[in-house]
């Protein structure tokens, strides 16, 4: 039995409220949102690279599943953990026909069952809400094969748009940003290598946030916007993107 301190227990309850709420509305925003439409694309389109086809994948703190339709067309093996079971019924009911295993669990603490997987997919702002990184990574790595590849993404502390780099939020989640130094040295301490890494959303996080809806009167230029950040994905350094897109590989 894993014991926690009582400020762990109460981060792991503010963890699953927050993400039963979120639940409700978790497809009106990636469906809809033009911010979070186009982070889906880019993050699909970079698993299409990363994620052989046919491979056992991952999928860790999967909310609802907006990552699923790539994988599935890939025809990959994919278990969905999640501690929130409002996301993974919202999952469920969004894929009913897909053969996906759907987990709750705390990504601290995965089953012991969970063995043997090609690759592992941690995206959005999930890492930041992690308690214990290092915990984290030393478990998912029992949880891989020995030539396993992990896709993270990762809020950087770095970005103009943020200013704290330690946050306990008014709803009892803690909020963590890292650099990419801070990743690269907490992921080579757990045998992990980074392979490659990407900015994310250079300048359209800076916006006014009332421009990231789609009847606003903005829309057309925060699309446009949108389109620049495609080109600049490729140009600009990983440290200047708002998300850090990292491609790990297990060394040891």
């Known amino acids: 039995m894993n014991t926690l301190k ?11 409220k927050f993400n039963d709420l979120l639940a409700l509305k978790y497809f009106d925003i990636w469906d809809t949102y033009p911010i979070q439409l186009f982070t889906t694309q880019v993050e699909s389109n970079f698993l299409a690279d990363m994620i052989p086809d046919n491979s056992s994948v991952l999928l860790l703190g999967s909310g609802g599943g ?9 025809g990959c093996e994919i278990t969905a953990v999640d501690i929130s079971p409002g996301m993974l019924e919202i999952g469920k009911k969004r894929y ?4 996906i295993e759907w987990v709750e669990a705390d990504l601290h603490w995965l089953p012991k069952d969970l063995q043997k997987f090609d690759s592992a997919v941690c995206l959005g702002a999930v890492f930041n809400y992690l308690r214990d ?3 984290f990574f030393q478990n998912l790595k029992s949880a891989l094969k ?5 896709i ?9 748009s943020e200013k704290k780099k330690h946050t306990t939020l ?13 990743i690269q040295q907490n ?3 757990c045998g992990f290598e980074i392979i490659t890494n990407y900015g994310i959303r250079f300048f359209a996080d800076l916006v006014p946030s009332e421009w990231n809806r789609e009847n606003s009167e903005h829309l057309k230029l925060l699309q446009e916007l949108l389109e620049l950040e495609k080109k600049w994905i490729n140009v600009l350094p990983a440290r200047a993107g708002k998300f850090l897109f990292i491609e790990a590989k297990v060394t040891d």
């Open 152 to 160: 993270l993404s990762v809020i950087n502390a770095e970005h103009p």
């Open 170 to 182: 008014s709803d009892g989640r803690i909020r963590t940003l890292y650099n990419l130094s801070d």
């Open 96 to 99: 009913p026909q897909a053969a």
């Open 146 to 150: 020995p030539t396993a590849s992990l």
């Open 133 to 135: 990184p290092i915990l």
């Open 66 to 74: 907006r990552e699923l339709p790539i994988l599935l067309r890939k």
């Open 6 to 16: 009582t400020g762990q227990n109460k981060n792991i309850a503010a963890e699953r």
């Open 187 to 189: 992921l080579s301490q």
